[in-house]
């Protein structure tokens, strides 16, 4: 399955020349959302990345993602594997479980997320459950932005990757791209300007 063709169809993955919020520019940028704007490409990808978690025997009861960016990608996944779904927000800058969602001691929950990048809400998502006796059995994501190690994937993790290693990371695939400091940007060198995505009408 071509996972970056659907990404770039989509205009999910945009190529120019980027302004990150770490300040650093990319000829490439992930616009995560703009995937799973078309609900039938949403529910092809939940069930590609449900699939890989099947084939491991990974048994689960629950899904359960951090707001907002999670959602739509964690309500399919648990669509795909016919569980329940449940998210977590933030109040006040800490993450929550609000809105009635109960959770069973021992209960086998994945956290899943659209994209990780070092897995921070993810894994604040995690502890937020597992603080009300839930098990966290998997972290899943569509795409995974290579700093973290992922099942059938042979990157190693990166020192930013917050996610614990003894709890597999399912993704459909790895979006690896290089980041310049502007000084040293090859792009600028050629006379382009880094614009901030989204900058142009969103
Ligand atoms: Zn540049």
Redesign the pocket.
């Known amino acids: 399955m071509d996972i970056k063709k659907y990404y770039l169809d989509a205009n999910a993955l945009l190529e120019g020349?980027f302004l990150l919020s770490s300040g650093n520019?990319s000829n490439y940028y992930l616009q995560s959302a703009k995937v799973l704007e078309n609900p039938k490409i949403a529910e092809i990808l939940a069930q590609e990345l449900a699939n890989a978690i099947i084939k491991y025997n990974i048994k689960v009861d629950c899904v359960c993602s951090p707001a907002l960016g999670g959602i739509l990608a964690g309500y399919e996944l648990a669509r795909a594997l016919g569980v329940r779904f449940i998210f977590t927000e933030r109040v006040n800058g800490v993450m929550n479980l609000r809105r009635g969602f109960n959770i069973n001691i021992d209960e086998k929950i994945i956290i899943c997320e659209d994209i990780i990048t070092t897995g921070g809400s993810a894994l604040e998502s995690a502890k937020c459950v597992e603080s009300f006796g839930a098990k966290i059995v998997a972290f899943a994501a569509l795409a995974n932005r290579g700093f973290c190690k992922r099942v059938d994937s042979n990157i190693t993790s990166k020192i930013e990757c917050k996610l614990p290693n003894n709890i597999p990371f399912f993704a459909l695939e790895d979006f690896i791209f290089e980041m310049?400091s502007?000084s040293e940007?090859p792009?600028?060198k050629s006379g382009?300007i880094?614009i901030k995505p989204g900058s142009r009408g969103n």
């Open positions: 020349h520019h310049f502007p940007c792009i600028c382009s880094a």
